[in-house]
């Protein structure tokens, strides 16, 4: 064992014999953390100490510390444990499975004594006195080490909720005292030194809520991504909080801003809708079980505003009566309609984190040229001698200060690339998909965007193919990232010829192909152009093999296709419709007969009339049919909640299972047809046409998926002759294929070797051609001609294996930049993803990027031939620091490093802004030294946020003809009736949450400056647009927002800063008025915003114009007799008084702000501003070149504003020039 830690000691003997066993909340306190543990004493504490402030805690009580070293001298089990870990390894896994699995069945076997029975059961009817017989509570386990700053047991221990009764209450605590030795709980007290003999155990019993009837979830006092201390982040859910941990859906999210919560303001200033179509209910024998939610209620917040509120303001009492960052979990009372905080602790990442007080400055001094180029990652500069490792398992001989050099790394290696200088990798990159793009996982098909959204919450595993094997394998997904990328849509098929089959990915991904027979990774870009085909796979893997009844696949499959099952509150029905055909008899009695053995009920028979209906003006008269039904809830209740399942159960179940779920599946909805010797099931749910996708992989059967309107045809082309074994209604026979069903490209396998294996003259062609050849021809005539050859062993590995290829192409345009997410997956660095249209492809990913990033070692990804290039020893210089293009460099290349103390940045006369757009990067971007925010452009928020045209929000509904345009903006504001109030609330939140990050510092706000082409981008921007030949001179800025046809959008944008404002109460924001041609048009916008609330009087707001017409500076003391100062907007200004049009490429190169005549404008309106008192600044990305910067200190000019990545270097030249002009 480790060593012991000196914190944490067990309370000697006759300490724990004078002391409780059981204590209630109500005497308990912090200090108590030795005798309940951290959860609970801090739950004691806020039961005496905060309730007297409004703070709702359930009440409860703790077994303490006392009780849990009681139960196991009682027992014997103190010294049988201490024998267990005399010979334990904690470095050896097997050894902390074998010693946790024997603690455990020890503790099994252990009896709680009378005396603690009798404790625990006293404790229990007292409880019931107080909330009535037989109380739901809650079980958890509380350490003594638990919750500290720098460690939290979280997910290390069980929580039993919902236990009801006093056998059940026993047995839930025997549980979690069993739980203190799992495995991830041994192994994580060893990780932090506590002694595992040493670790005290209390357990706390504390009345459940029922928000199983209402909402809950969990409340950090900051922002979890970069530790921003000025906000509130509530996370909710429907139904028990449960549901939040596992990770099965997304939870609404609310920001709340601190400082205006405390001076009365509502400052709810950012809203997002999660995803809750599950949630946790109580289960009528007790613990929980899944519960869809009703469709309505997906689309609502679960949470309104007053309660996020309350629970903000109970969140800031308990932050400050614990002087910490706090997590706490909440729930609210379905019956009572009340709040309740159930449990508090401190936040344990950002706790530890120390501010970043350095800022590091690279510069490389060479003129030579690198030897290889690649992707990087990070801004430094590494040298050191190289190391090349092939093989994660030589990775010990690896010294500190070394270059890693590899083809690709997981995260295996991440112990030798914190000691390495640098990072050089051949393969990956920053590639990405789309965030709609399926995956199959060990939870069903979810998308790459759900993945990224869960997998730290929850385990999730994906297909990924062994290259050594050539198997596909479940493989965990260990990380996962997003980014801003435009995408192209690609195309696959076996033929050529379907369509809309399509995947949208970066261009520069990597995708798995053969070249002479050697697996490769290859961009998908390349392997478009040179006509490459991609991998796909023909069968999976079960995910554990589970037993299920074959009898019940048959019926899930009859009865999804062709049944309904409706469950409300008080009645359940089964139907299953039937026309009384002589082809359909043997498929109603197996059915009748399948029904009865699995659930011991005999289906009621009914006869359903003819109906009648009008068809395209034609009478049509159906026929009489018969309609199974089943009344009894029960047996509805696991029918719905098997197809809930269903992929889940597939992915697990034997091959007589899946056999009889895909006959079922046949003969409610399918057809053979002989001629085309092609089954066809068709099926409008999307769960059945999952389920059905991962059958035919599950069993290897090749598939199509085609589309009618919304009918899918699955269409199955081999494995027929077994399916119809298990058939009913659906018969026919089956020819005997003569044509395979895998192919593979002849060019890719064949090309090296086609003089010795050209059968008959009749295989070059396909190579020359390069035709996709049948694996049984390769196996039947081309092997043979190779045998006892090392080709032949190949080709036989890839014949064998589950792969085969199809063809690939580009389809329609390349999309703009969206966001596009990866994920990291363990060991083979692949993973698979799937079509439009479920065809499986097979992709790499990248880890050396990520971890790199995280532990701030220069990377160089994607070098390609490095490992072929650079030998053990060799010394190289990696250099990250110019832009996205890494540099490797042969020898030791000297380099300048720079370091700043960012509490001795000096203070400047000039004030250093920030420009910022994305919301999303406020709160990290807040922690640069800087006089708040030059420039918030709110052009990002309505591309990204909003993506839809103001204007068609506001006349959405009354006649708007675009019936496609209105149903895409109806599911993107969906719950939201005014849609005129999704704008406004959505551009309230965006600009709120960058003025929050700053406060109290200005936050300068430009009104929307979108051009006529840029806003026609939007969603049914094209219909209210014009097009103009120069939108760069034409409708934008100043001049829309007293347009009258553009008045109502700009009454929402004032609406929305209003409410910022007013509502918020982020008084920090001003207003800047972009692209304001004269002193007119001004004061017409100024009258604008008086209309819409936006008035100057009396309120604190200042309004500034943009200079950056010539206009702006010839009239600049007019402008000021309007407007309270002036903000340079250095890219228009220099277009303007150089006659140039900057969206044009050949006339570029003259526009520089450098030159005298621009610098002329910009000296005047600093002096004219000055003269007056009035602000100016400047906002244009002028302001970050060196030369033009001394230019602006000498003018005199109040502050400059640029983009985070600048903000550093501008401070230190500025503060240089500054210092040069004081000695003068």
């Known amino acids: 064992m480790k060593e012991k830690s000196p914190q944490y000691h067990p309370p000697s003997a006759e300490l724990r014999g004078k002391k409780k066993l ?60 201490k024998g267990f870990f005399k010979e334990f390894n904690p470095k050896s896994i097997k050894s902390i499975q074998e010693t946790g699995k024997k603690c455990r069945a020890a503790i099994l076997k252990g009896k709680f004594p009378d005396s603690l029975k009798q404790e625990i059961l006293k404790a229990y009817l007292k409880l019931s006195q107080k909330y009535g017989a037989n109380p739901d509570v809650a079980v958890r386990t509380s350490g003594v080490a638990e919750d500290r700053p720098n460690a939290s047991f979280a997910g290390q221990f069980e929580t039993y909720l919902n236990v009801r009764g006093e056998e059940e209450l026993l047995k839930a605590a025997k549980k979690s005292i069993v739980s203190t030795f799992t495995d991830r709980a041994i ?130 009492l308990i932050e400050e009566h614990y002087g910490k960052p706090q997590d706490i979990e909440w729930a609210k009372d379905g019956k009572t309609g009340k709040l309740f905080i159930v449990q508090s602790r401190p936040e344990t990442v950002y706790a530890v984190q120390n501010e970043k007080t350095t800022y590091e400055e690279y510069q490389i001094k060479t003129k030579k040229s690198p030897i290889l180029t690649g992707i990087a990652i990070g801004n430094k500069i590494g040298i050191g001698k190289i190391r090349l490792i092939s093989d994660v398992s030589k990775i010990s001989g690896f010294q500190k200060g070394e270059v890693l050099l590899t083809k690709m790394t997981d995260p295996d290696w991440v112990p030798i690339m914190r000691l390495a200088s640098a990072i050089i990798t051949d393969e990956g990159g920053k590639t990405c998909f789309a965030g709609d793009t399926k995956i199959l996982t060990n939870k069903g098909f979810l998308s790459i965007k759900e993945i990224a959204e869960i997998f730290n919450s929850v385990s999730i595993e994906v297909l990924s193919l062994n290259r050594e094997s050539l198997k596909i394998e479940w493989k965990r997904v260990v990380n996962a990232f997003k980014r801003k990328s435009s995408t192209i849509e690609i195309n696959v098929s076996q033929t050529g010829r379907m369509k809309d089959n399509t995947l949208r990915t970066t261009p520069d991904h990597k995708f798995i192909t053969f070249n002479n027979r050697c697996l490769i990774s290859e961009e998908i870009q390349n392997i478009i152009r040179s006509q490459r085909g991609i991998l796909s796979l023909q069968k999976i893997p079960s995910k554990d093999y589970l037993s299920f009844s074959p009898k019940i696949g048959y019926l899930l499959g009859a009865i999804s296709t062709d049944g309904h099952v409706r469950i409300d509150r008080t009645k359940a029905q089964i139907h299953f419709v039937q026309k009384p055909t002589v082809a359909k008899k043997d498929f109603i009695e197996k059915v009748k007969k399948y029904f009865a053995d699995e659930y011991r009920y005999d289906l009621h028979l009914y006869k359903k009339h003819p109906s009648q209906g009008i068809i395209r003006g034609k009478i049509i008269n159906g026929s009489a049919a018969l309609d199974l039904r089943c009344y009894n809830k029960k047996i509805a209740t696991d029918i719905v909640q098997k197809q809930r399942k269903i992929s889940d159960i597939l992915i697990k179940a034997n091959k007589e299972f899946l056999l009889n779920f895909i006959a079922g599946a046949i003969d409610g909805d399918g057809t053979y047809n002989e001629k085309a010797n092609r089954i066809n099931i068709f099926c409008s749910k999307q769960f059945l046409l999952e389920a059905i996708t991962i059958t035919c992989l599950r069993l290897g059967v090749s598939f199509q998926v085609v589309k009618n309107r919304n009918i899918h045809n699955i269409q199955i082309v081999d494995g027929i002759e077994e399916i119809l074994e298990y058939t009913s209604r659906v018969k026919g026979c089956y020819r005997i294929r003569v044509m395979g069903t895998r192919f593979f490209k002849a060019k890719q396998l064949l090309e090296d070797i086609i003089r010795r294996i050209n059968y008959r003259g009749r295989i070059l062609i396909y190579v020359k051609n390069n035709l996709l050849i049948d694996a049984e021809k390769i196996r039947n005539y081309v092997i043979p001609m190779i045998k006892g050859q090392s080709e032949n062993h190949a080709l036989t590995k890839i014949i064998e294996s589950n792969l085969k290829m199809l063809r690939v192409d580009v389809e329609g345009k390349t999309a703009k930049s969206k966001d596009v997410y990866n994920i990291e997956v363990e060991n083979n660095h692949n993973y698979v993803v799937f079509t439009r249209r479920y065809t499986p492809i097979i992709v790499e990913n990248c880890h050396a990027a990520i971890v790199s990033r995280e532990l701030g070692v220069p990377c160089i990804v994607g070098a390609g031939r490095a490992t072929k290039i650079f030998k053990n020893g060799e010394t190289v210089t990696v250099d990250c620091t110019q832009g996205s293009v890494g540099r490797i460099y042969q020898g030791e290349i000297p380099f300048i490093l720079k370091k700043y103390d960012l509490k001795k940045i000096p203070k400047l006369k000039t004030k250093i802004m920030i420009n910022i757009g994305a919301p999303d990067i406020a709160f ?142 982020l008084k920090n924001i001003w207003v800047m008025v972009p692209f304001c041609r004269t002193v007119e048009e001004g004061k017409t916008v100024l009258e604008e915003m008086r209309k819409n609330g936006l008035g100057k009087t009396g309120n604190g707001l200042k309004v500034i114009v943009m200079c950056e017409i010539p206009s702006n500076v010839v009239l600049a003391d007019k402008f000021l007799d309007i407007f309270d100062g002036m903000s340079i907007g250095s890219n228009d200004l220099t277009q303007l008084v150089l006659g140039l049009d900057r969206d044009s490429a050949l006339v570029a190169k003259v526009g520089d702000e450098r030159n005298e005549a621009v610098k002329e404008m910009v000296k005047k309106v600093i002096e004219v501003c000055k003269r007056r008192k009035k602000y100016v600044g400047i906002c244009g990305e002028a302001a970050s070149i060196p030369e033009f910067a001394k230019f602006l200190i000498n003018c005199e000019i109040e502050s400059l504003s640029v983009n985070s990545d600048s903000v550093i270097k501008t401070i230190l030249i500025v503060a240089d020039e500054e210092k040069k002009l004081k000695k003068e």
């Open 22 to 81: 059981i204590l209630w909340f109500k005497e308990t306190s912090i200090k108590d953390v030795p005798l309940v543990g951290g959860k609970n004493a801090s739950l004691g504490e806020m039961f005496s100490q905060l309730a007297k402030k409004g703070i709702n805690v359930p009440d409860g009580f703790a077994l303490t510390t006392n009780f849990y070293w009681k139960f196991l001298e009682a027992n014997g089990l103190d010294k049988v444990l």
């Open 187 to 316: 192994a994580y007290r060893e990780e932090k030194k506590i002694g595992q003999m040493e670790f005290g155990l209390s357990v706390g019993v504390q009345k459940m809520v029922r928000s199983d009837l209402a909402s809950s979830g969990i409340i950090f006092t900051l922002d979890t991504e970069t530790g921003f201390s000025n906000v509130v982040l509530i996370n909710s859910i429907w139904g028990v909080g449960e549901m939040i941990v596992k990770g099965k859906i997304t939870p609404d999210q609310f920001y709340v801003f601190k400082p205006t919560l405390k001076q009365g303001y509502r400052p709810i200033i950012v809203k997002n809708l999660g995803r809750k179509n599950k949630k946790y209910i109580f289960a009528k024998n007790g613990g929980l079980e899944e519960a869809d939610v009703f469709p309505q209620n997906q689309l609502k917040f679960s949470l309104s505003d007053e309660d996020v509120l309350t629970l903000a303001k109970w969140a800031v």
């Open 924 to 1065: 990290k971007t807040s922690f640069l030294p800087n006089a708040g925010v030059g420039l918030a452009r709110i052009e990002f928020i309505l591309a990204d946020k909003i993506r839809i045209h103001p204007l068609a929000l506001y006349h959405y509904g009354k006649g708007f003809k675009d019936r496609k345009t209105k149903s895409e903006i109806g599911r993107i504001t969906s719950g939201f009736k005014d849609k005129k109030q999704y704008f406004i609330d959505k551009l309230a939140e965006g600009i709120s949450q960058i003025a929050s990050a700053f406060y109290p510092k200005p936050v300068i706000v430009r009104l929307s400056d979108f051009k006529s082409n840029e806003y026609a981008e939007l969603l049914g921007g094209s219909i209210f647009e014009p097009k103009e030949s120069n939108p760069m001179l034409g409708w934008r800025g100043a001049s829309r927002y007293y347009d009258e046809k553009f008045k109502p959008a700009f009454k929402m944008e004032c609406q929305a800063i209003k409410k910022a404002r007013e509502v918020f109460g």
